[in-house]
């Protein structure tokens, strides 16, 4: 596996390689993500992968500095799954002066998880639109337990016509169903013990929706008391449109549930599609 922080020298490996399939990261990694590296691998000739922690896309209630960097492990995990080409700048490399060029997502950006990490999606778009404009793929691999992010990803991908095809990679959990984070290691013993009651309450929603239910805020409020009363701080439970994330008005189209809740200090997201 090459590594490669400069941009001239990512381009200059990256002539000749056929189809380039990317998967963005900021490392701390973990099998979901190796996951994705696998799958990009069946969409194209060349896999390349990017570490970079993105500072603008850290709020202020964001600890950027404490973002648990573990490179050379990544780089270990990365190369046994068999990527071809790690992209790892510093910060100097991405961002050689002030970035006051940026992409503003539309609305869906102050909502679900934007409402609780304000310039979360600006600073996300911006890094990977820049991204993709160095690495130059065909195809871009994205976990759909950012699903959000996923979204605007997709959508931004779309309307700029970017010639860049959008894969969602299926979000990989653990046997009781709790999704893999690399958040999930802030959590203690009882936390980890509890943890997968997000997922059970998600499928609850799905399951009722499935059977007929169409009272959605009804469902929504029921799960956050559930949680509530396990001793978990919920931000929101959402039943969304798939393709904008706009409100569950037709519930005959593709839906997406969505939450995020607070375990003791640990902030965990998860969603499944309907």
């Not at 490996?13 to 990317?22: I, N, P, Q, T, Y």
């Amino acid at each position: 596996m090459q590594i490669i922080s400069a941009i001239a020298d990512l381009r200059a490996a990256l002539k000749g390689r056929g189809r380039v399939v990317f998967v963005p990261t900021m490392g701390n990694l973990h099998a979901g993500h190796i996951s994705l590296m696998q799958q990009a691998r069946a969409h194209g000739d060349t896999v390349v992968a990017s570490i970079f922690v993105n500072r603008l896309q850290f709020g202020p209630n964001d600890d950027f500095d404490k973002y648990p960097r573990t490179f050379q492990d990544d780089c270990d995990k990365l190369a046994a799954a068999g990527v071809d080409v790690l992209f790892a700048p510093t910060e100097a490399d991405l961002y050689p002066e002030p970035q006051e060029y940026v992409v503003e997502p539309p609305a869906i950006q102050h909502q679900l998880d934007g409402e609780f990490r304000p310039g979360h999606f600006r600073g996300v778009a911006t890094v990977v639109l820049k991204l993709f404009n160095i690495v130059q793929p065909q195809a871009a691999v994205f976990g759909k337990k950012d699903y959000q992010q996923l979204m605007v990803l997709r959508n931004m991908t779309r309307q700029l016509a970017l010639p860049i095809n959008i894969i969602g990679g299926e979000t990989i959990r653990a046997d009781d169903g709790l999704a893999l984070s690399s958040r999930n290691g802030y959590l203690s013993a009882s936390e980890r013990a509890e943890a997968p009651r997000l997922y059970l309450e998600l499928t609850r929603i799905r399951d009722a929706i499935r059977n007929g239910e169409t009272d959605i805020a009804g469902l929504e409020n029921a799960a956050v008391a559930a949680l509530t009363a396990a001793g978990w701080k919920t931000d929101y439970v959402a039943v969304r449109q798939q393709a904008d994330l706009g409100d569950a008005i037709d519930a005959n189209a593709p839906l997406v549930v969505l939450a995020a809740s607070r375990l003791g200090t640990t902030r965990l997201i998860d969603n499944i599609e309907i």
